[in-house]
């Protein structure tokens, strides 16, 4: 009676297969762009937090791509 469950073209097996794999790039390219803009806040914060006269501070500037 089931019998719909157990009968699964190969196509769709071929094609879902590649649908979770597109997904999970599309999960980790996210993670990637989120994780990048966050590191940049961050950065920026960073810089506008330390003192101007950078010869009292033993602190390294990283300089940020744009």
Known sequence: M?????IID???KQW???LVMR???SQIKAALKVN???LFFNL???KKT???DKQKTNT???SMPH
């Open 2 to 6: 089931n019998q719909s469950i157990t």
């Open 10 to 12: 190969a196509d769709y």
């Open 16 to 18: 879902l297969k590649e």
């Open 23 to 25: 997904y999970r790039n």
């Open 36 to 38: 990048t803009e966050q």
């Open 44 to 46: 920026s914060l960073g």
């Open 50 to 52: 330390l003192p101007n």
């Open 60 to 62: 390294a500037l990283v």
